[in-house]
């Protein structure tokens, strides 16, 4: 494949040339009734070209409150400045002054976003870090650039003074937060998420969101203290999304803070004993087969003493070694290392293949007109019989394709689902005899939970298993949509008007505005954006087992689990242990029932939003084709009226160039693309 960035600037290029090509360099614009529509499309296509520049990678930072996670995202970013000062008491002592807010008491009130854009200003002005608001209801306001800590810390900290806020904004609730910042150190969107515990339902969601996007975790331990129980099962939830996304999305593990922990204890830094704990308490468990989870265990780090560093740096003073000690480089290393074996390359591929969607879009109705002012004089009245029952024929058969496929759709959804009546058994023929052995106490819990995702992986994956099912049947479907349209709207036959184009699903043009909750739909395309399939109908297993993974286990809805923890709780305290024992092993023995119901309607619904994007995608593509044969109708009208053979002649002739370029375009985006390996490739 293509080295990432080469392809990174051989997109922005061809993307910058599309752009001018839409904001009609060679003044055709006049000839389309579309003027404004055009301009849309040169905004989008100027949007594409500052994702190309931002987010190759989509991060998702997770740990427990106080771990270091903001701390971490600035440092990383080169937006972590280190301020030497001397407080009351005379004593020399430093300030960090990062773009997030952090602090020792719990921080991070929302979710909050850190995108990079390139090396243009962030905000209208010159400055480099530009704070957005989303306030709940939806309304989304940029608040400023390069603001001062209070002010950041009043739309985003908990302990944020509200009054620091603009006064319109004082008595709203902030859902979440992005940063956008120029001139980033990687291209990279890092996500920060407030602690598991986070109890607001629409934080919920969006760490959701940002779980389903993220093509890889950081999780950041703080140095000072090893791994506990009580982190146990956010790692098992990552576990789970882990296991289940079957690109195994990689998990970086970082030890931050290790500036904080450098006192000697049993002869080596104190951090280095947490460093050697925490991995075997990952082995312990979570260190079954593969060990990919795990990776290479936590790596330490201290963003701190990068900033110190490059502050010494620019005072003239040694500040390599303090850099180099920081291991922050080590860390931006993986995540480049990420971006070069596959993420970056499906980034870029979703971005080139909206691209040649748009412009294929724009010059086919160039194309169309040019055809159209091409036809002879004589010609025009019996193409324009010919389109007018094209376009009859066409809307009577709509309504037959729909129904024939959603029709078919139930068919193979329940074919594909079948499996499910075996899996409850199969999961209490493993699993019980495990919780017969222990109390249910946070590890042995942990235990049942982990062989239990296992078992559902394998299972879903196997050769008979629902996913692998569903992805034969969607093939099968997508082929009979092809079919039904091929039969339909005919062939290119190479002579014809309007010539009928093959359905196109490399890109939806549906995207999720990131606004509305995440409902299975957006759970779908969210899913096939993270994995890097350019569009959620192009790859069924591969990113199934994904959504899954959220609608059920990954983020556990269901109260039977809190009460499971409860209760083993419980149980610790209880005299009575011995039947209290047995009430918590039957709980979690149910628990497995209704871990299957869960997964089996959120197979259902994946199943039925993926349908539906088919669908749609048809509906869409029937109908785009429909305005077409009717504005070439249009025009052979126009043509009928005027006959003006000296205009068309004229249109031929300005229209020609624009009309190569545009095809000349499409053809490179498309060949970009192609260099760009396939969906599945990479990963
Ligand atoms: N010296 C030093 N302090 C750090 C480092 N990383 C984090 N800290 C400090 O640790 C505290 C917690 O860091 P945060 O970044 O706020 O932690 P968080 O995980 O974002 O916490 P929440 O937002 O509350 O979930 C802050 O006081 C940071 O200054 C580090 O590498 N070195
Ligand atoms: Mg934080």
């Known amino acids: ?100 807010p952090s602090s020792a008491r719990p921080t991070t009130a929302c979710p909050c976003t850190v995108i990079p854009v390139g090396d243009e200003p962030a905000g209208t002005g010159e400055g480099r870090a530009m704070l957005r608001a989303r306030f709940a209801g939806g309304r989304v306001e940029d608040i400023g650039t390069d603001l001062p800590p209070a002010v950041v810390s009043a739309y985003g900290a908990v302990d944020g003074d509200i009054t620091n806020r603009r006064r319109e904004h004082i008595n709203l609730r902030v859902e979440s937060i992005e940063v956008l910042l120029s001139d980033a150190r990687l291209p990279v969107k890092l996500f920060d998420l407030p602690g598991s515990e986070s109890p607001i339902e629409e ?5 959701r969101e940002a779980w389903a996007k993220a093509d890889c975790f950081i999780y950041v331990s703080h140095a000072t203290s090893a791994l506990t129980a009580n982190e146990l099962q956010l790692i098992r939830d990552l576990y789970a999304h882990h296991m289940q996304s079957n690109a195994n999305k990689k998990v970086l593990w970082v030890l931050s803070g290790i500036d904080l922990a450098t006192q000697r204890e049993q002869g080596q830094a104190a951090w280095k004993s947490v460093l050697a ?80 969607w748009l412009m294929r879009r724009r010059q086919r109705q160039l194309a169309d007109m040019l055809d159209t002012h091409q036809l002879a004089v004589e010609d025009l009245e019996v193409q324009m019989g010919s389109l007018r029952s094209r376009i009859a024929g066409a809307e009577n058969s709509l309504e037959h394709i729909r129904t024939e496929l959603g029709r078919e759709l139930q068919r193979r959804i329940r074919s594909a689902r079948g499996p499910f009546g075996g899996l409850a058994e199969l999961l209490h023929q493993q699993l019980d005899p495990l919780i017969d052995r222990g109390n249910l106490s946070a590890e042995h819990a942990n235990e049942v939970d982990v062989l239990q995702v296992q078992l559902f992986s394998r299972w879903m994956t196997s050769p008979d298993g629902p996913a692998t099912l569903w992805e034969r049947e969607l093939r099968a479907f997508d082929t009979s949509a092809r079919q039904l349209l091929r039969a339909d709207l005919g062939v290119d036959t190479g002579s014809q008007l309007v010539a009928p184009e093959p359905l196109d699903t490399s890109y939806f043009p549906m995207q999720t505005d990131g606004r509305q909750p995440l409902t299975a739909y957006g759970v779908v395309q969210a899913a096939a954006n993270t994995l890097g399939v350019a569009s959620p109908l192009a790859a069924g297993a591969v990113w199934l087992t994904t959504s899954l993974s959220l609608a059920t286990i990954a983020v556990p809805a269901g109260a039977a689990v809190l009460a499971a923890i409860a209760i083993a709780k419980v149980t610790d305290l209880l005299k009575d242990r011995e039947t209290q024992v047995q009430r918590a092993r039957q709980e979690r023995k149910d628990m497995i ?59 031929i002739d300005r229209l020609t160039p624009v009309n190569q370029t545009g095809q000349a375009l499409v053809t490179e985006l498309q060949d970009l693309r192609d260099a760009l390996g396939n969906d599945h490739t990479g990963r």
């Open 203 to 207: 934080h919920e969601i969006i760490m």
């Open 593 to 651: 029932d209704e871990h299957v119901r869960q997964a089996r309607s959120a197979f259902e619904r994946v199943t039925q939003s993926q349908g539906r994007l088919l669908i749609d995608a048809v509906e869409q593509h029937h109908a785009q084709h429909q305005a077409r044969l009717k504005s070439t109708l249009a025009q052979i009208m126009d043509r009928i009226n005027a006959e003006d053979t000296v205009r068309s002649r004229a249109v």
């Open 277 to 356: 704990t925490n991995n075997a308490y990952l082995r312990t468990h979570f260190g079954g087969p593969g060990g990919q989870f795990i990776g290479e265990g936590f790596l330490p780090v201290s963003a701190a003493w990068e900033a110190e560093g490059e502050f010494k740096k620019a005072q003239g003073e040694d500040g390599e070694t303090l850099g180099r000690l920081s291991g922050m480089e080590t860390l931006r290393e993986h995540l480049r290392d990420l971006m070069e074996s596959g993420a970056g390359h499906a980034h870029l591929r979703q971005v080139a293949d909206e691209a040649r």
């Open 1 to 100: 494949m293509m080295p990432v960035e080469e392809a990174q600037d051989e997109l922005k290029h061809l993307l910058s040339r599309c752009e001018r090509w839409l904001c009609d360099e060679d003044g055709a614009r006049d000839l389309l009734d579309d003027a404004a529509g055009l301009a849309g499309d040169a905004a989008r296509i100027e949007a594409l070209r500052t994702r190309v520049l931002s987010s190759m990678l989509n991060v998702a930072l997770l740990g427990r409150q106080s771990s270091g996670k903001s701390f971490l995202i600035s440092g990383l970013q080169g937006g972590l400045e280190y301020i030497p000062i001397t407080d009351e008491d005379g004593m020399p002592s430093a300030e960090f002054l990062g773009v997030l």
